[in-house]
């Protein structure tokens, strides 16, 4: 049953992510300049519960001056790089993919 359930959330957050209305975690830091997606989420109580460990795992990439904004958007990249000026494409999943 909880398969089915997480099968039916990952369905409804693709067709929120088509839609623009699924919610993300975007993360600017000043070094290095980067601008970072994460998500897509159903709702944006999921993506502020998420916003630790992505905290977690930049800062442990040396990641600093971290701003956090969680909003409903459609990135159409998942890493900007503005130091190099590059767009790094992570192919979008959902967040729910694998879980179990």
Do not use: H
Not at 13 to 22: E, I, K, R, Y
Not at 37 to 52: D, R, V
Request: proline share 4%; glycine share 8%.
């Amino acid at each position: 049953m909880k398969s089915t359930w997480n099968n039916l959330r990952e369905v409804v957050t693709n067709v929120f992510q088509n839609l623009g209305l699924a919610w993300w975690v975007e993360v600017v830091t000043q070094t290095p300049r980067c601008t970072y997606y994460f998500g897509p989420f159903l709702n944006s109580t999921e993506a502020q519960a998420a916003i630790k460990g992505y905290i977690e795992d930049l800062e442990q990439e040396g990641a600093q001056g971290l701003k956090i904004n969680v909003k409903r958007c459609k990135p159409s990249v998942l890493t900007v790089a503005e130091d190099l000026g590059e767009w790094i494409d992570r192919k979008v999943k959902p967040v729910f993919s694998g879980q179990m």
